[in-house]
């Protein structure tokens, strides 16, 4: 119970700040509790980065805030060895992204070379340099931040970067009256500074331990084989789904059943977060056109054509 009573104060901290925005929310959770990194894609100024330091500031944990710039070099994120005089030895000097929870910002506007310096950490949770292994975390969640494509100055991100998210959140614009209430009460500035920390970093490795022992039936396991196996038959599909993507959907649902205070899955838990989870590692074979549409489109059917068990 004391679990899912912090899991509920982290979720009323953020959404206090965050108005109107409960889905994007609970996606986030879920990516947090299933050790998963998030891209946050969306327009400029929807609360993007006020998501991020919610959360942030709802943990006990080391928060860091990488700014993503065209000039932006892998050494400024990962780190640098350094000479010391006194020792006349190389002593690596950490980057920003040793930290527990890493907010990187506008991840597409800085160049591929430096997006494929965030690979290894993403999935290995370790940063190599000189030949020595530097451990990340526990805990470690990287939510990076997207502009859309057609703005200007803007990258795409290689196929094998977005596979290392494992949910991909769009928080669209608030209704109106939620706006009004934003205008009204400003909670980026007058609530995301009073926010205080509901669990430190123990607590939460202990509920992504939690979120693993959450049971998973054959049945949901054939169904998740399912939904991943009618991507790679699709005729319309140039890469479909890779083993990486099932166990980020199977895992994804442990933490939305670990949400619901449950200790299993329901083949809900998989079906409303499987567009998320999967869309955006999806490839069409189409050359012209909105391919990350066209890809959602194609899951869409796929999800719905595929068969609920009970």
Same mark, same amino acid.
Not at 105 to 110: A, C, I, L, P, S
Not at 253 to 263: I, M, T, V, W, Y
Not at 295 to 298: D, F, Q
Not at 300 to 310: A, M
């Given at each position: 119970?004391?679990?899912?009573?912090?899991?509920?104060?982290?979720?009323?901290?953020?959404?206090? *700040?965050l108005l109107?925005?409960?889905?994007?929310?609970?996606?986030?959770?879920?990516?947090?509790?299933?050790?998963?990194?998030?891209?946050?894609?969306?327009?400029?100024? *929807?609360?993007?980065?006020?998501?991020?330091?919610?959360?942030?500031?709802?943990i006990?944990?080391?928060?860091?805030?990488?700014?993503?710039? +065209?000039?932006?070099?892998?050494?400024?994120?990962?780190?640098?060895?350094?000479?010391? +005089?006194?020792?006349?030895?190389?002593a690596?000097?950490?980057g920003?992204?040793?930290?527990?929870?890493?907010?990187v910002?506008?991840?597409?506007?800085?160049t591929?070379?430096?997006q494929?310096?965030?690979?290894?950490?993403?999935?290995e949770?370790?940063?190599?340099?000189?030949?020595?292994?530097?451990?990340?975390g526990?805990?470690?969640?990287?939510?990076?931040?997207?502009?859309?494509?057609?703005?200007?100055g803007?990258?795409?991100l290689?196929?094998?970067?977005?596979?290392?998210?494992?949910?991909r *959140?769009?928080?669209?614009?608030?209704?109106?009256?939620?706006?009004?209430e934003i205008?009204?009460?400003?909670?980026?500035?007058?609530?995301?500074?009073?926010?205080?920390p509901v669990?430190g970093?123990?607590?939460?490795?202990a509920?992504?331990?939690?979120?693993?022992?959450?049971?998973l039936?054959?049945?949901?396991?054939?169904?998740?084989?399912?939904?991943?196996?009618a991507t790679?038959?699709?005729?319309?599909?140039?890469?479909?789904?890779?083993?990486?993507?099932?166990l980020?959907?199977?895992?994804a649902?442990?933490?939305?059943?670990?949400?619901?205070?449950?200790?299993y899955? *329901?083949?809900?838990?998989?079906?409303?977060?499987?567009?998320?989870?999967?869309?955006?590692?999806?490839?069409?074979?189409?050359?012209?056109?909105?391919g990350?549409?066209a890809?959602?489109?194609?899951f869409?059917?796929?999800?719905?054509?595929?068969?609920? +068990?009970?």
């Open positions: 119970m004391a679990e899912i009573e912090k899991l509920q104060a982290l979720r009323q901290n953020v959404e206090s *700040v109107g925005k409960a889905e994007p929310v609970r996606r986030v959770l879920v990516a947090l509790l299933a050790r998963g990194h998030v891209l946050l894609e969306d327009v400029p100024g *929807v609360g993007k980065t006020i998501l991020s330091r919610a959360i942030a500031r709802s006990h944990c080391e928060f860091s805030r990488i700014q993503l710039t +065209p000039d932006l070099l892998p050494s400024d994120i990962l780190g640098v060895s350094v000479y010391d +005089p006194s020792t006349g030895e190389f690596f000097k950490k920003p992204i040793f930290a527990h929870i890493v907010l910002d506008e991840v597409n506007r800085t591929p070379r430096t494929s310096a965030l690979l290894e950490a993403m999935n949770s370790q940063v190599s340099a000189d030949g020595t292994t530097h451990r990340l526990p805990p470690f969640m990287v939510l990076a931040t997207q502009n859309p494509y057609d703005f200007e803007t990258y795409f290689p196929e094998n970067q977005l596979d290392r998210f494992m949910i *959140v769009q928080i669209g614009y608030p209704d109106r009256e939620t706006e009004r205008l009204r009460t400003k909670p980026a500035r007058t609530r995301l500074g009073a926010i205080e669990m970093t123990e607590d939460l490795v509920l992504q331990q939690a979120t693993d022992a959450v049971r039936n054959e049945a949901i396991m054939d169904y998740v084989l399912t939904i991943v196996e790679r038959r699709h005729e319309e599909m140039a890469i479909g789904l890779s083993p990486r993507a099932s980020a959907l199977a895992q649902a442990r933490a939305s059943a670990l949400l619901d205070g449950r200790d899955v *329901v083949p809900d838990d998989v079906k409303q977060l499987a567009p998320a989870v999967c869309a955006h590692r999806l490839v069409t074979r189409a050359v012209a056109g909105n990350a549409a890809a959602e489109r194609i869409q059917q796929i999800l719905q054509s595929t068969r609920v +068990p009970r």
